[in-house]
């Protein structure tokens, strides 16, 4: 391929991506600064391209620039959140990475890669501000929380999940739930919970899927005013739950880098803020819950071995509703006294037929779970 050619391919590829993309020359001038970056900093491409990018980090009030740091200290930054304001007074929030450029062993410039979070950081603000009113209104609310007594159920399988979860109540120790969504992984957690020693404090639920890590670690552990740009003091959900019990749904969902951290909060009994220096005790109850069997997990790399073994000191499985074939017609009467209320409705109950049928059709999923499972041993 001629070289003119290769060169419009790739200019064609670094206008067409989703992320921003802006590289500096050693002597601090733009030299590529794609559409994505300029729609994300609302800066024209003429008033940047071949301008000193000191100029337009002054514009937009970027301060402590990675571009900057890189090209001084010819060390990569990776996955660093950068809050600032673009060229409209908007505030943004991007996730960067920043590699310094060198060929035939001489520096030529740096590389930055930015990906816009705006919107994530938006939700995770709301959602830090959310878990914030919860544990202030603890005291307020109790009409929320579930304890054993809110548990429908008689088959021999739900029974002993109860037995296990009401044991591990009386206990510190961590726990692992496993159980297919639906099952009540997060019922289960705030009674044993609110049967603890720690009823009185805080109980908090954080879904590890629903976030990236770079944002979870600042919702975990807090932040530092200064500790990156455009962060703030803020303690984090171990901080909020001190005393109580944290929530940690799907913890497979979790990065592995930040699963580490987890693991030496566990051990220690300190978290330290992102971007702070201070070690600050702790004394918070995890449960963590996995709707994915943990050895499937483990053999896949999604969970460290060490982090499983600190969670799975009680651990816990939670049947589905196909294994409980006994407990339908509970559940369906309830589910009738529960819609009645809320509807407004006299629904009297299930007839003889009704209740034949959802038996069967119970029965023949069981029958063919099990069928399944023994084909698979």
Known sequence: MKEEIYCEVIEKIIESIDEGVHFIDKNYKTIIYNNSMAKLEQMDKEEVLKKPFTDIARTMEIKNSTLLKVLKSKISIKNNVQIYLNKDGKEITTINTTIPIIVEEELVGALEISKDMTQIQTLSKQILKLEETKVNNIEKDKKIFYKFDDFIGESDCIKKSLNISKKASKSDAT????????????????????????????FIAQNCAALPGSLLEGILFGTVKGGFTGAVDRPGLFEQANKGTLLLDEINS???????????????????????????????????????????????????????????????QIPPLRERGEDIILLANKFIEKYNHKLDKSVKGITDRGKKFLEITIGKVMYVNLKIQYIQV
């Open 175 to 202: 726990v692992l739930i496993y159980g297919e969504t639906g099952t009540g992984k997060e019922l289960i957690s705030q009674s044993i919970h609110y049967d603890s020693k720690r009823a009185k404090y805080p």
């Open 254 to 316: 979790m990065p592995l880098q930040l699963q580490a951290k987890l693991l030496r909060v566990l051990q220690e009994g300190y978290v330290r803020r992102v971007g702070g220096t201070k070690d600050i005790p702790v004394d918070v109850r995890v449960i963590a819950t996995t709707n994915e069997n943990p050895q499937d997990i483990l053999n896949e790399g999604k969970l460290r071995k060490d982090l499983y073994y600190r969670l799975n000191v009680i651990y816990i």
